[in-house]
């Protein structure tokens, strides 16, 4: 899941990282192992006491095969668990903002604490720093963390690497590297993988065109950027150059991006539409695209949230008036299916691999469709009333 926003690069993920969601290249869709499937919606609600100080929460929801959701015993609880789920487990940051926490999510849908980690970088950092996980690797094996600076910015490092253990959720360190975050120095953000997961995408504040960073992942599962790696195509009319994020692929080494058209000044072209544009991920790891400004379908509004289905066929985009559905052709020019299906404003998406998308508007709506073919249906019980919610995260096993 992610927000995007139309200037070089500047992307907004709440919590990626993605990412069990949109961050990562999906598989094609297949029954819950376990059949166990959970949302957790995270939120604010306030004391109503006239006390600006607010209490963060996170709420519970169990999801059905037809998409209706259920409240989990015992939920919301307090604090909100901004973090990222991989299996039956949830990794978090804990409150105190330099410990990364990992919960074991049970057969109901339940929290319980099983391990935690000191991230050291964070923890020696003078610039009030704190630690937030974004998205682990397709397999489940690593998970990868930035650390935030609230003031200057000079505490913000490189990406972080922990490796996973799968049987008992805890985290190990493994290293620094990959793609520098900083914003305010013109960093990139971590999203998506390839299939095979060696090569790493992210999208750059830098930029006058160049928007994509390109990382490898080693065998220990830490990165290594790859500034010699090239983003090839499309080709701007005369006096524009594009930008852009990544958004998330097909099993097949195609990578879905949004695109932006910019003049010669960086100034950025309002009348011109967001395009949506298929590259081909090389074996070197590289991106071609053959797409070209007439036959990239454009976006008819302002991009919020965008991601690929699990299955790699179908792309959604939020606008301001609603969602917006394209079929994703691999190498070939995406195609319009439809047009806006009309909801309060996305704020930010997420599809399961069970075939639902799951859609948060900033009127605090919920909404949950349910795919057929190419079409969005919505869920019994659809859209829901969440207080002050602002971001959720998937999981299930």
């Known amino acids: 899941m992610r ?30 192992a376990g059949g166990h499937e959970f949302l957790y919606v995270l939120s604010t609600w306030y004391t109503g006491t006239g006390d600006p100080s607010s209490q963060s ?11 209706q959701l259920t409240p989990v015993a ?12 991989s299996g039956r487990y949830y990794f978090t940051a804990n409150p105190d903002n330099v410990h990364l926490d990992t919960y074991a999510i049970g057969p109901d849908g339940a929290f319980t604490k099983v391990h935690s980690v000191l991230d050291e970088a964070t923890a020696q950092c003078t610039d009030q720093c704190s630690i937030m996980p974004d998205i682990t690797d397709p397999t489940g094996s690593s998970l990868y963390v930035h650390i935030n600076s609230f003031n200057s ?17 805890e985290l190990t360190y493994v290293a620094q590297g990959g793609a ?4 305010g120095h013109g960093g990139c953000q971590l999203y998506d993988f390839s299939p095979d997961g060696r090569y790493v995408y992210g ?50 080494n195609h990578l879905a991006a949004i695109i932006f058209s910019f003049d010669s000044n960086g100034v950025y072209l309002y009348n011109s539409p967001p395009l949506l544009a298929s590259y081909t991920i090389n074996a070197d790891g590289s991106l071609t695209s053959t797409n070209t400004a007439a036959d990239m ?12 289905s699990p ?6 985009v939020g606008e301001k008036s609603g969602i917006q559905l394209f079929n994703f052709n691999g190498a070939a020019p995406a195609t319009a299916d439809g047009g806006v299906i009309a909801t309060d404003p996305p704020q930010t998406m997420q599809w399961d691999t069970q075939n639902h998308l799951f859609v948060l508007s900033s009127t605090h709506k919920l909404y949950v469709f349910t795919v057929t073919g190419s079409s969005l249906a919505q869920a019994p019980g659809s859209p829901y009333s969440i207080p002050n919610s602002w971001n959720f995260v998937s999981a299930s096993f």
Do not use: M, Q
């Open 311 to 316: 299955s790699g066929k179908l792309f959604a």
């Open 180 to 183: 520098d975050w900083t914003f």
């Open 57 to 67: 929460a996170t709420h519970g929801y169990s999801v059905s095969a037809n998409g």
């Open 203 to 252: 999208s750059c504040t830098s930029a006058y065109g160049d928007w994509l960073d390109i990382s490898v992942r080693n065998p220990d599962g830490s990165l290594t950027e790859a500034p010699k790696i090239k983003v090839t195509g499309p080709t701007p009319p005369a006096g524009t150059f594009y930008s852009g994020v990544p958004a998330g692929g097909d099993t097949e």
């Open 297 to 308: 379908p454009p976006i008819h509004d302002f991009v919020v949230t965008a991601c690929v």
């Open 74 to 85: 015992g939920y919301p609880i307090s604090g909100w668990f901004v973090g990222v789920a």
């Open 153 to 169: 910015g000079d505490g913000a490092a490189a990406a972080e690497t922990y490796s996973i253990d799968k049987s008992t959720g």
């Open 3 to 32: 927000r995007i926003f139309p200037w070089p690069g500047l992307v907004l993920v709440p919590a990626v990282c993605l990412l069990s969601s949109c961050a990562s290249f999906k598989v094609p869709p297949t029954p819950v």
